[in-house]
């Protein structure tokens, strides 16, 4: 029997999607010449053009996924920016002629829990207080309901803070299975349970509803409006109104359900559960990190984050696991096994699905698409969007909300279509790969890592070098701290005089010519705009700094306890070290992560000011603390303070951390970038300066749309991306007996391809297979060995078939390839079977 399933059924059904985002015609630049919009613009060969390859973007906003499909075929439409869950949209994307469709599979949904009280500001009990009650509604939602029903098939079951398509979920399969069938869909148990946890609260059921001090228990379900979390929302909410519970359900869109959940205070009792959803932007080879930023304060600064009191044990894992600290490999999966056990136990977030997001855009499109966020998660976007037939010309992209959250380079919008378009407007040091996740260098030229040996580190590019070394000793003048009151850097000779050491180090020579660069403003780039927003780093940390953020103490926190200094080696190339604590298993990633990247320095300067003297604050949190406005450099009231504090510090020659600043800034720097800054605000209307392939020509607040246009300046050639084009996903079959009988072996042959192809065998990192029996436990683990030509065998003992006992088994295999980084599985049922008695000898009587 053979079976045919690459990264699952329902993705292999939609293999072969393209990602891409819609546009309306209607809503144009009042500034741009009458004709400019829908421009077509010419033939030509991308290599002779710097740049982005299109002239404009304009972003509207467009909620309605019905109209996906029609406003494409229309032409009046490219692209959109979110990920569709919807059959009927998905359906008629595939039998369109004039749209097509990509696949991302890094979009995922869930319940968060709000876990404050147990008694919430108005005075109501709030059950989800009591972490039994939360692990409770994991039995309580039936997750393949949810993936088959609501989601149509666009989606799969997922329990764990894991992705179920990215490396760590495939290298803790055995685990992760386990974890599964324990929390498997048991609404009777569901039940039991919260009806045990009411009681010792205090609540009695009566009538079949729960009440405490005399009134029913409500349960608030805040419920997002666009898409398939609406369905599920719904269907929660009858799930916990069946339980005896008085349910509200608020129906909000993004930017409404922000304000409650996001920027509000979870004491106040404006909600209970919230339809969730998250992004995984870039394919995340290690999730280590998941853990503290998903169950534990250091996770973010909003309100939210701050109440989440994980248990110790826990916290102290995934403390160890955001800081990497662990001697092998051995122990990190050991670590990570331990979390996941925890993390189901603490439950502050119930995981329901992982989705198959379908992201429309026009066959006039193309653009590279990643294989985790899609479109509005692609770092590459921006540099590959294009006409197929022609160079230049504007381009519609739809998103569903814009301007959800204010912009500020430092606290600001993390919402996803906020983010995909900032990342248009800011050049990166290094770009992730769309399809496996490992970093390649944008602008550096070289790095070279060097860890303790023994750390579990590799190394996939050739761009970089790893080495190892008994002792990684921190050179004495690395800056290692920061003193505020002094406005300087603390050496580690100063703070460690006898001496300290680090994991590792990254040295990293940026590009020729990398600070020769402008920003969008016209402003050279300077080392300042290196150095300044390592300095905010420790003054939002520092208590006595009036930059001073309670919501930025955690992770400020987490950093220092890994942080070993850095320092600037060359000045001309720009080379720089980066000494750590912190590892991450691939070399790439610990560049990545090391980095420094710059900010334009003249821009933060006016939110320094603005935020010092309290009349704004970057962050949210803060803002809330101080009663004042959350920090926009593109809209809303902080327009008019951030021109005041312009002024004034045109004024008065102002350089923030003049002690050591000063040191990094040409003569008559600052009077000429607070002019160019000036001219921009009034060209542009805001003060987003960048320097990436887009810049921000206008934003229209009222009018919901956003225009960005190619910056004429940007130095590499417009096709230096585009040799991202289709991932080659295997696909996988899988062919063995369907009935076994005692006594005999078994044998299960797997073929890999690529599009009717062979896939190369030296392509292929692990074959790895688990053996269930037909209770559900894992009889047997282990890894596949190549025969050649694309195929893996595994046979089966008649001793490994008789621990099974008789019944049904499975068979699950994952494959987990080089050139893109989604496991591909297979699976296959098959029934083991006594030996029936011999029968006796036949023939005719005498």
Known sequence: MMSKIGLGATALLLAGIVAVLFLRPEVTDPDQPAGRVGDRGTTGDPAERTGALVDQIVFTQESDVGKVTGLIESGTHHLFGQGVSNTTVFQRLRDSERATYALAYGSSMELTVNPAGPHLATGELNPFHVREIREALNWLINRRYVAEELYGGLAVPRYLPLNTVFPDYARLADVARALELRYQHDPERAARVIGREMERLGASREDGEWHYQGEPVRVSVLIRTEDARKRVGDYVANLVEDLGFEVERLYRTAEEASRIWIAGDPHAGQWHLYTGGWVSTVINRDLAENFSYYYTPRGRPEPLWQIYTPDPEFDDIADRLQRRDYEDWEERQSLMTRALEL????????????????????????????????????????????????????????????????????????????????????????????????????????????????????????????????????????????????????????????????????????????????????????????????????????????????????????????????????????????????IYPDAETIVAARTPSVSPWHALALGIRAEATGDLAFSSNKADRMGVSWMSLVAGPSLAILDRHRDAALADDFLPFQETLGEFVEPGEVTRRFRALAEWRGQRGHYWVGDGPFYLHSVHPLERAIVLRRFEDFPDPADKWLRFTEPAIPEVELDGPMVVTSGESAAFTLRVTFQGEPYPDDAIESVQYLLFDGSGGLARKGTLAAAGDATWRLRLDPEDLAALGSGANSLEIAVISNLVALPSFASQVFATVPAAESPGPSGDGA
């Not at 509005?376 to 590959?384: A, E, I, M």
Request: hydrophobic share 40%.
């Open 343 to 582: 993390a189901m136990a603490d439950s502050v977030r119930v995981w329901v699905v992982d989705q198959l997001n379908v992201f429309p855009h026009s066959r006039e499109i193309e653009l590279a698409a990643d294989l985790a966020g899609g479109i509005s998660g692609s770092r590459l976007w921006p540099y590959t969007i294009r006409f197929r037939d022609r160079i230049g010309g504007s381009v519609v992209f739809a998103v569903p909300s814009l301007l959800t959250e204010p912009w500020n380079p430092v606290a600001g919008s993390n919402w996803i279509f906020d983010t995909m378009m900032i990342r248009a407007l800011a050049d990166i040091e290094l770009v992730p790969d769309p399809f496996t996740g490992l970093y390649w260098p944008q602008r550096i030229e070289h790095a070279e890592v060097t860890v303790q040996e023994g750390a579990p580190v590799i190394r996939s590019h050739d761009w970089l070098t790893l080495e190892t070394t008994p002792e990684l000793e921190v050179p004495p003048d690395t800056w290692i701290d920061w003193d505020a009151g002094a406005a300087r850097f603390i050496t580690v000779g100063e703070r460690h005089p006898e001496g300290i050491t680090a994991r590792t180090r990254t040295r990293v020579q940026y590009e020729a010519g990398y600070l020769d660069r402008h920003w969008h403003d016209g402003s050279p780039l300077s080392l300042a705009d290196l150095v300044l927003p390592w300095i905010l780093t420790f003054e939002r940390g520092d208590e006595d700094s009036p930059l001073f953020d309670a919501s930025h103490a955690p992770t400020f926190e987490i950093f220092q306890r890994h942080f070993r200094g850095w320092r600037i080696v060359s000045r001309d190339p720009l080379v720089i070290e980066i000494y750590s604590d912190q």
